[in-house]
């Protein structure tokens, strides 16, 4: 749960002022991926501003139709085979320069914006699918990211199915990755009850950035999870604290215990890689392997389906 608060008379001296307060110090607590209260105070007025502008570059961005899905392998570390990728939002500006989407972080708040970027983000990856299931390639599955606020849509499931189904795409082909906060917040009967349509429908269930939120691994089993993905900020210090690389530890052992994959993030040198691998841990990905590709990049990966 996340409640954000404003106090009358110190914030605002009206109703509608001291909403918008409470609102944007809810947003802060969100941002910082946490949940609990978050008080109002006047330096997040700054935090206000940014974010719409932020806003109103998504809107825009949305409107020129400059969003690019980007792919990043995912890799089997005893070989480097590459075994599926992760969908990224990328997008183009003016300049046809590929932009990151830290410049529209708001959106994803914005259950609106949200809900637009991710259908967009799902036409396109959808439609390159079915272009290389067309030309005869076999196809590695892709993973989808989904947003917390998207939740709050009843038939969140039944519309990615639909768009699915259209593009004659096979539902084991496709993956969705959800943030532990996607589980704590917007109506957990929700999201369960999506999760599981999605979940007999064929579609994993991947939980991302484990171990930074409130999640526990014996919770996970409440959830129709079926692969849980390492944060990058415990392969980054593993090799120097000896905490981080018990944690990797203990997620890979226990995650292969109750039958969940385990998927490591922000692999970027050979250090990291044979600690990983000395972990027991068989997936990942990250800079060392492959950066995120265009299309074309990643069609070059992939091989004939009669191969």
Not at 173 to 199: D, M
Request: net charge negative; charged share 20%.
């Amino acid at each position: 749960m996340s409640i954000g608060c404003a106090i009358y008379p110190r914030d605002a001296l009206n109703t509608s002022n001291l909403l918008k307060c409470a609102d944007i110090a809810l947003n802060d607590l969100k941002n910082s991926g946490r949940g609990g209260i978050r008080m109002f105070n006047q330096e997040m007025c700054g935090s206000l501003e940014n974010m719409t502008k932020q806003l109103t570059l998504a809107r825009k961005i949305i409107l020129a139709d400059q969003i690019i899905p980007y792919y990043q392998p995912k890799v089997r570390l005893s070989d480097g085979a590459v075994i599926g990728f992760e969908a990224l939002l990328r997008w183009q500006d003016q300049n046809q320069n590929i932009q990151l989407p830290s410049e529209i972080f708001a959106a994803f708040q914005d259950y609106e914006l949200a809900s637009r970027i991710s259908e967009t983000m799902q036409l396109k990856v959808f439609a390159d699918m079915s272009r290389w299931q067309a030309q005869g390639l076999d196809l590695l599955p892709i993973s989808i990211n989904a947003a917390p606020v998207e939740f709050l849509r009843d038939d969140y499931a039944e519309k990615l199915l639909a768009r699915l189904s259209n593009f004659d795409i096979p539902a084991h082909k496709v993956e969705l990755e959800i943030t532990e906060q996607s589980l704590s917040e917007h109506g957990a009967n929700y999201v369960v009850r999506a999760l599981n349509l999605l979940k007999q429908a064929g579609i994993q269930i991947s939980l991302d950035d484990f171990g930074t939120g409130h999640s526990s691994l014996t919770r996970l089993q409440d959830y129709p999870v079926g692969c849980i993905k390492i944060d990058r900020n415990f392969v980054e210090r593993m090799n120097s604290d000896p905490s981080a690389l018990a944690i990797v530890k203990a997620i890979t052992q226990i995650g292969s215990s109750i039958a969940l994959d385990v998927l490591v993030e922000g692999i970027e040198n050979t250090e990291q890689l044979d600690t990983l691998i000395h972990c027991d841990c068989q997936i990942g990905q990250g800079f060392y392997f492959y950066r995120p590709m265009a299309g074309a990049s990643a069609q070059a990966l992939l091989h004939p389906a009669d191969q």
